[in-house]
């Protein structure tokens, strides 16, 4: 197994973050990694919510499902992902900071079959690959915070002076 930790400050609100990066559908958007993905029961995000993703592992592109196994909104996500000889936990935490937010990735890697193996030899390739992801989710989180400041304010309606 490799055990890979990473941890990133964006400017977007713990809620916002959380909701964002929890529901795994949106992960093609900010992992370089990750080529497709879709959510498999599109209702709402939670315990048991099931994502189809591609992936890129070395020259090719597997197909992995995860699954929220654990889920306590603003604050941590679990998903464990399957496919292709490769099991993957994924503990993404959320802590609010006065500038927005704190996220630490915790991601649990095994290889299986005959890919065990070559794990020991993959660190290098494995930390990369999360570098990316979280410079990916970091860049789309800040992105994100900027677009909800650059809301214009509501027109209020003034009545003309008589």
Known sequence: MTTLQ???ETRLGAEQAFAYIADFANSMHWDPGVVASEAVDPT???LGSRYRLSVRLGGR???MEYRITSFDAPNV???TGKGSGVTAVDEIRFTPTGAGTRIDYT???TLGGILRLAQPFLGGAFRKLADDALGGMRTKLDALADAQTAQPAPAIAVD???
């Open 61 to 63: 592109t597997a197909a």
């Open 44 to 46: 709402s995000v939670g």
């Open 160 to 162: 003309p002076a008589p």
């Open 107 to 109: 991601a649990d890697i």
């Open 77 to 79: 996500v679990v998903l």
């Open 6 to 8: 990473r941890q990133i």
